[in-house]
């Protein structure tokens, strides 16, 4: 369970959500992958995920692209 949960929890691992992302988009012929997060700790969880697998298949670094979180602008 994360840290500081939403109303309700999903048992689903963030992890794994962007290694699947990632294997989704290697599968489509996409070579140069990048990915849009916020500092949101799931949201950093999925980039695990996402740029471990897309070093396993490629050996290339994904790209990571930081935005503002939601709280910033408040």
């Given at each position: 369970?994360?840290?500081k949960?939403?109303?309700m929890v999903a048992g689903f691992s963030n992890v794994e959500a962007g290694a699947k992302a990632?294997?989704?988009?290697?599968?489509?012929?996409?070579?140069?992958l990048c990915y849009f997060c916020s500092d949101v700790e799931r949201y950093q969880q999925r980039?695990?995920?996402?740029?471990?697998?897309?070093l396993e298949r490629t050996d290339i670094s994904p790209t990571f692209?930081?935005?503002?979180?939601?709280?910033?602008?408040?």
């Open positions: 369970m994360p840290a949960p939403l109303d990632a294997d989704y988009l290697l599968n489509c012929g996409y070579k140069k980039w695990e995920g996402f740029s471990k697998k897309t692209f930081p935005i503002l979180s939601p709280k910033a602008h408040i």
